[in-house]
């Protein structure tokens, strides 16, 4: 389907939602749909309910990473070190007692236009949400988020949609690139690979995970230098300064 088409289809299906179909507008295209860039946007996230019987610090440790990264992505937190994560979920549960047994991760952020947020964070900060909700003329839209789609929309696939040899081969092509390896594992975890597409991905997460561990000892190995380095100056001037006060006596 071309551009075009697919842009005429777009403005078609908003109509429903209070738009003219002769209005003008520009499109931001999030995974497979054109949305338009003008209208205020919302997005949610929502972290695993979980309970707990003296305090909710297990669930800041569960759950930490995931949080830390949304609340800077969608620029709620601009220092990592400072971020209070107790601002951020919502206690209660079947039932309240002294004890609070339920806690819940909740965050949420605001954005004038859909162009903004995208220009400001990029799709990557859609793809943290659960939800995004988009402020429409007739009503708000909701939308599921599917982050893999945001992610990888353009991930070769075999003729039966699973993932083949030419897909781990472009996925290979994004960790090289830059591309998390982590989030890769994550997405290969939830699709279906052929058997040689299999066998090519696991040779290649040991090659990187190999290689990592040889350039943390390498680092390591150089941090050690440092120091004996630093501790070698610091006794020269020691025994220069010793040295001195001996010969002024």
């Known amino acids: 389907m071309s551009q075009s088409t697919e842009l005429a289809r777009a403005r078609d299906l908003l109509g429903g939602f209070g738009y003219e179909s002769s209005s003008s507008f520009r499109t931001i295209k999030i ?4 949305y338009p860039s003008s209208v205020p946007v919302r997005l949610r996230w929502s972290g695993a309910y979980g309970e707990f019987t ?4 297990w669930y800041f440790t569960e759950h930490g990473d995931e949080m830390r990264k949304i609340l800077l992505g969608w620029g709620l937190e601009s220092d990592e070190a400072s971020i209070e994560l107790s601002e951020y979920v919502e206690y209660g549960g079947t039932h309240w007692e002294d004890t609070r047994t339920g806690i819940q991760g909740k965050i949420e952020q605001s954005w004038s236009s859909l162009a903004e ?6 799709l990557a900060a859609i793809a943290l949400a659960g939800q995004m909700e988009l402020v429409l003329p007739a009503g708000t839209l909701h939308v599921d988020i599917d982050k893999w789609s945001l992610c990888f929309p353009d991930l070769p696939r ?14 290979q092509a994004k960790v090289d690139a830059g591309q998390a ?8 975890s939830s699709q279906t690979l052929t058997s040689s597409a299999q066998k090519s991905w696991s040779s290649y997460v040991t090659s990187c995970k190999e290689q990592a561990a040889r350039a943390a000892i390498a680092a390591e190995s150089k ?21 001195e006060r001996k010969e002024s006596a």
Do not use: C, M
């Open 31 to 34: 995974g497979s749909y054109h």
């Open 117 to 122: 947020l995208v220009d400001d964070h990029g």
């Open 181 to 188: 390896l982590s989030l890769v594992e994550e997405f290969i």
């Open 223 to 243: 941090r050690q230098q440092a120091e004996a380095a630093a501790e070698a100056q610091r006794q020269q001037a020691e025994a220069a300064a010793e040295a």
């Open 54 to 57: 003296r305090d909710p610090e």
């Open 158 to 171: 075999t003729s039966l949609g699973n993932v083949g040899k030419a897909g781990v081969k472009w996925l």
